[in-house]
T-cell receptor, first 115, second 110 residues
Framework: EAEVAQSPRYKITEKSQAVAFWCDPI?????LYWYRQILGQGPELLVQ????????DSQLPKDRFSAERLKGVDSTLKIQPAELGDSAMYLC?????????????FGEGSRLTVL | AQRVTQPEKLLSVFKGAPVELKCNYS??????LFWYVQYSRQRLQLLLR??SRESIKGFTADLNKGETSFHLKKPFAQEEDSAMYYC????????????FGTGTRLKVLA
């Protein structure tokens, strides 16, 4: 069964360092989402792609976060420089582009700890 | 503002007891509503969605547009229902932005 792949699963870094997360959605899924989930809270949307285009990045802290999906397939989320408050689980999700809203398929997430 | 509210962080019930996980939403328009579940050491996955009107693993959810609620119910809880439950909504046009609640941890006690 096809699944959304994310790496790394765990990342520990010191503040002011750069970190990057990778996501490979299910093949054929045109829409890709990056969410941040702080402990005890629900997933919060950071950025949404339709193919290679950003359709919503209103909640992305653009001074330090960037995201790209150059060929409309896999995606990278980068943080530079990392801050203590960035410690969280970073979730990637994808969905096929079939009109009505449907199921989001999630990856296992990348847990970031900033020291 | 678009928002999903789950008032309970933790809900503990005994096996065989009825369960109701509350979800209220704020949205200008008619969103699509979902319940997602995360079992221990597993990824977040869809449990059910309003448009399907299905019963999944004995769970049902009724959309009350007047009260803007989408509570999740199960008549007899099982130990394997213990998990984290998230209510979510999506727009039904445009970019299909999904908004999640803060989640409710359900513990079913033996």
């Amino acid at each position: 069964e096809a699944e959304v792949a994310q790496s790394p699963r765990y990342k520990i870094t010191e503040k002011s360092q750069a970190v990057a997360f990778w996501c490979d959605p299910i093949s054929g899924h045109a829409t890709l989402y990056w969410y941040r989930q702080i402990l005890g809270q629900g997933p919060e949307l950071l950025v949404q792609f339709q193919d290679e285009s950003v359709v919503d990045d209103s909640q992305l802290p653009k001074d330090r976060f960037s995201a790209e999906r150059l060929k409309g397939v896999d995606s990278t989320l980068k943080i530079q420089p990392a801050e203590l408050g960035d410690s969280a689980m970073y979730l990637c999700a994808s969905r096929p582009n079939r009109g009505l809203p449907g199921e989001l398929f999630f990856g296992e997430g990348s847990r970031l700890t900033v020291l | 503002a678009q928002r999903v509210t789950q008032p309970e962080k933790l809900l503990s019930v005994f096996k065989g007891a009825p369960v109701e996980l509350k979800c209220n939403y704020s949205y200008s328009g008619s969103p699509e509503l979902f319940w997602y579940v995360q079992y221990s050491r597993q990824r977040l996955q869809l449990l059910l969605r309003h448009i399907s009107r299905e019963s999944i693993k004995g769970f049902t959810a009724d959309l009350n547009k007047g009260e803007t609620s989408f509570h999740l119910k199960k008549p007899f809880a099982q130990e394997e229902d213990s998990a984290m439950y998230y209510c979510a909504l999506s727009s039904t046009s445009g970019t299909y932005k999904y908004i999640f609640g803060t989640g409710t941890r359900l513990k079913v006690l033996a």
